[in-house]
């Protein structure tokens, strides 16, 4: 066992301390057991995962988290705007945007994104097509907007943040 695969097992065991709250034999005994997992998988599937690599990734993912509870009250304010308007005004249209990763870990990116697409209000996920990394959504109040401003509209900062976290 490598010095660096030593600084992820306690940084994977603490974690698990923290997360789990739980302090008995058999908590423990799994925080080892899930630690020690971990490590194997990390190390067999990709070699240059480090310490600094798994912080700022985790650090990554934080922020995707946030910024995906952010958009997501953000869009349940302006859904609840539109629904509760005496005039209704909605412009439910599916429209066509195209995302742009291009590397090993695509599909899973795809995923993470229409999932995030998914979960914010006024938007929905119908397909996806991999080969041209198209998405179909649904979206409730459509705006009258082509290239550039749909896909940044659509996506917001989610399609970067993605493609740090896999990077």
């Not at 925080?31 to 480090?50: C, E, P």
């Not at 308007?85 to 412009?91: A, T």
Request: aromatic letters at 14%; a neutral charge; proline letters at 3%.
């Amino acid at each position: 066992m490598r010095k660096e695969d030593l600084y992820m097992f306690i940084v994977f065991f603490v974690s698990w301390l923290i997360f789990s709250g739980d302090l008995s034999i058999s908590s423990l005994i799994l925080g080892l057991v899930l630690s020690a997992a971990l490590i194997l998988l990390i190390r067999k599937k990709d070699k240059n995962w480090t310490v600094k690599v798994l912080m700022i990734r985790g650090a990554y993912i934080f922020f995707y988290l946030a910024y995906l509870l952010m958009e997501a009250f953000i869009s349940s304010c302006q859904v609840a705007y539109l629904v509760l308007h005496p005039k209704l005004p909605l412009k439910p249209a599916i429209v066509k945007v195209q995302s742009d990763f291009d590397y090993k870990n695509k599909l899973m990116s795809m995923t993470l994104l229409a999932n995030s697409i998914t979960l914010t209000p006024g938007t929905l996920t119908v397909d996806i097509d991999p080969e041209d990394q198209t998405y179909y959504i649904h979206w409730i109040d459509m705006k009258e907007l082509e290239g550039d401003d749909l896909k940044s509209e659509i996506f917001g900062s989610f399609e970067e943040i993605i493609r740090r976290i896999f990077k």
